[in-house]
């Protein structure tokens, strides 16, 4: 189970309810949350919820912190030195930022790309960032993604809806692979949303 500690921004989330949990309560995490939790991902959190994590059984490696730009740098620089994994994204970018990594994580179960693309990841950088891209997926599109440094390797995931062929998710995954030399998929379908791109890069 991915648990996940935000601040009630989510409308909408793909997978299975008992394969995540959410607390949206800005107030201290009980202890028991974490009994049945695999990984933990934090939005944009406050120190009080860093320090109550590093007293849970969670080993560092498998909690998540996700943060904007302009997040208090006590936070980020504690979350760091906590050894959990740390990323930013865009302000409004919550609710895509958790289905996207909920699409990698539920991915386990069925194909595509995985929990050990996104360890990976991080492995080889300490600069990720989430980016989401909302327009039309075409080719042209996809080339034209503007980034705050080169990317060196990138976890990709598609949101698909009932428009969208195999023949078209196969044309989505080569046009990313010819735009990013490394690049693991997951496609996420979404009956509910417009086709989109959620990237989480690795930059130089």
């Known amino acids: 189970m991915m648990l996940i500690i935000e601040k009630d921004s989510v409308t909408d989330i793909v997978g299975l309810k008992r394969h995540y949990s959410i607390w949206t309560d800005g107030s201290m995490v009980p202890v028991n949350l974490f009994e049945k939790v695999e990984m933990v991902m ?3 959190p406050n120190f009080e919820q860093l320090e109550q994590i590093k007293k849970s059984n969670m080993t560092a490696c498998n909690v998540y912190v996700a943060l904007t730009a302009s997040a208090d740098q006590l936070v980020r620089f504690n979350a760091e030195c906590s050894g959990f994994r740390v990323m930013t994204y865009d302000v ?89 030399s490394t690049v693991d998929i997951v496609a996420s379908y979404s009956s509910d949303a417009a086709a989109s791109l959620g990237l989480f890069l690795a930059l130089d």
């Open 42 to 44: 934090l939005i944009s």
């Open 92 to 180: 409004g970018d919550e609710n895509n930022l958790i289905k996207a990594m909920l699409s990698v994580f539920n991915a386990k179960r069925s194909f595509g790309a995985d929990l050990a693309d996104i360890r990976k990841l991080f492995s080889k950088s300490s600069n990720i960032h989430y980016k989401h891209v909302s327009s039309q997926i075409t080719a042209e599109s996809i080339q034209n993604i503007q980034l705050a440094g080169n990317a060196t390797s990138i976890v990709s995931t598609v949101f698909y809806d009932a428009a969208f062929s195999f023949e078209i998710l196969e044309n989505v995954f080569t046009w990313l692979k010819d735009r990013f």
